[in-house]
């Protein structure tokens, strides 16, 4: 399959983004400004951002408390994302949702949850939304390991089965729930297996390679947009930090070598420069350019956030709704 030159620039400009600005969030943390626990996604851009590249604008995406890739891949502000991490007035929930809550409607992020699987039954109900006011809509929901156990993925897939809905579950298979690792917790760790109990097709592929994710999901969202029904796709990749971040001081008594050593880690975004290099696909010229726009564009939006102002305590109250 032939990708264009723009949509590889667009691919690589967004893995580097999320890379880049995760990296800045490790660095910043510790000065106790962001008043908000951040899950780093390190490792895993290729996921959403292959994902992402595939879905138009309205298109939905829920999320979950590791959210900033899907937020970033889909299109979301990067200045009001860093606002809200310091829990800014600016910020993409005005600062009341943090790191873990994220939105931004008008790209299609219809937001991520601290709720472990909370995202999946909206995206269900968002797809069944959009076929029945004949949108031509797709709603994904990224997922973790973890959110594959609760009931209420079963629930989704079997109402998404049942009315035949266009949503794709994408499962980012990092292995771990917190500390405890996929082969504690199931007899079986292929995941995209679990679809057949409602005869919902699912792939498992290399979530690390994001030619291969691009591809592959181009396939599956064409298929759903088409009204082939739900599709579960899961993504197998290495989350590089702990659950949350850096500031887990215990992930080496729990994770694998593979996972934090940098010698035997994968790098999705080494491989993609190394997959363009052997294509003459994309200058190494080109891609400093894209490097220092993003350099430039992340600095301005940590300053943007830093500066911002904090809500008024007079607006505390907002947003609540009441009887």
Same mark, same amino acid.
């Given at each position: 399959?032939?990708?264009e030159k723009d949509k590889l620039s667009d691919i690589y400009y967004k893995l580097l983004k999320i890379r880049k600005v995760q990296l800045k969030i490790e660095?910043?943390?510790?000065?106790?400004?962001?008043?908000?626990?951040?899950?780093?996604?390190?490792?895993?851009?290729?996921?959403?951002?292959?994902?992402?590249?595939?879905?138009?604008?309205?298109?939905?995406?829920?999320?979950?408390?590791?959210?900033?890739?899907?937020?970033?891949?889909?299109?979301?502000?990067?200045?009001?994302?860093?606002?809200?991490?310091?829990?800014?007035?600016?910020?993409?929930?005005?600062?009341?949702?943090?790191?873990?809550?994220?939105?931004?409607?008008?790209?299609?992020?219809?937001?991520?949850s601290s709720i472990v699987g909370g995202g999946i039954p909206h995206a269900v109900g968002a797809a069944f939304a959009s076929k029945m006011l004949d949108q031509?809509?797709?709603?994904?929901?990224?997922?973790?390991?973890?959110?594959?156990?609760?009931?209420?993925?079963?629930?989704?897939?079997?109402?998404?089965?049942?009315?035949?809905? *266009? %949503?794709?579950?994408?499962?980012?298979?990092?292995?771990?729930?917190?500390?405890?690792?996929?082969?504690?917790?199931?007899?079986?760790?292929?995941?995209?297996?679990?679809?057949?109990?409602?005869?919902? *097709?699912?792939?498992?592929?290399?979530?690390?390679?994001?030619?291969? %994710? !691009?591809?592959?999901?181009?396939?599956?969202?064409?298929?759903?947009?088409?009204?082939?029904?739900?599709?579960?796709?899961?993504?197998?990749?290495?989350?590089?930090?702990?659950?949350?971040?850096?500031?887990? *001081?215990?992930?080496?008594?729990?994770?694998?070598?593979?996972?934090?050593? *940098?010698?035997?880690?994968?790098?999705?975004?080494?491989?993609?420069?190394?997959?363009?290099?052997?294509?003459?696909?994309?200058?190494?010229?080109?891609?400093?350019?894209?490097?220092?726009?993003?350099?430039?564009?992340?600095?301005?939006?940590?300053? !943007?956030?830093?500066?911002?102002?904090?809500?008024?305590?007079?607006?505390?109250?907002? !947003?609540?709704?009441?009887?």
């Open positions: 399959m032939s990708i660095e910043l943390y510790h000065e106790d400004e962001m008043k908000t626990p951040v899950h780093l996604s390190l490792g895993q851009e290729a996921s959403s951002v292959g994902i992402c590249a595939n879905l138009q604008k309205k298109d939905y995406i829920f999320s979950n408390h590791r959210s900033h890739g899907h937020y970033l891949a889909k299109g979301g502000d990067l200045k009001a994302m860093i606002a809200e991490l310091y829990c800014k007035e600016t910020g993409c929930s005005k600062g009341r949702g943090g790191s873990m809550h994220l939105i931004d409607t008008s790209v299609g992020h219809l937001g991520s031509g809509l797709v709603a994904v929901t990224f997922l973790g390991d973890a959110a594959s156990e609760e009931g209420v993925f079963f629930e989704s897939m079997s109402l998404a089965a049942l009315k035949k809905v *266009p %949503v794709i579950f994408v499962c980012e298979n990092n292995f771990y729930s917190v500390c405890s690792h996929l082969s504690t917790r199931q007899v079986n760790a292929d995941i995209y297996k679990r679809a057949r109990a409602f005869d919902i *097709p699912s792939l498992q592929i290399d979530g690390m390679n994001v030619v291969e %994710v !691009y591809e592959t999901a181009q396939k599956v969202v064409t298929a759903v947009r088409n009204g082939k029904g739900p599709f579960l796709l899961e993504c197998r990749v290495q989350r590089w930090r702990g659950h949350a971040g850096s500031g887990d *001081p215990g992930a080496e008594n729990y994770r694998k070598c593979e996972d934090l050593d *940098p010698v035997n880690r994968r790098d999705p975004i080494l491989e993609f420069e190394t997959y363009l290099n052997e294509k003459e696909l994309l200058s190494t010229g080109e891609r400093t350019k894209i490097q220092e726009a993003l350099d430039v564009e992340i600095e301005e939006a940590f300053r !943007y956030g830093q500066q911002s102002p904090l809500p008024d305590i007079e607006d505390l109250e907002k !947003y609540l709704f009441v009887e």
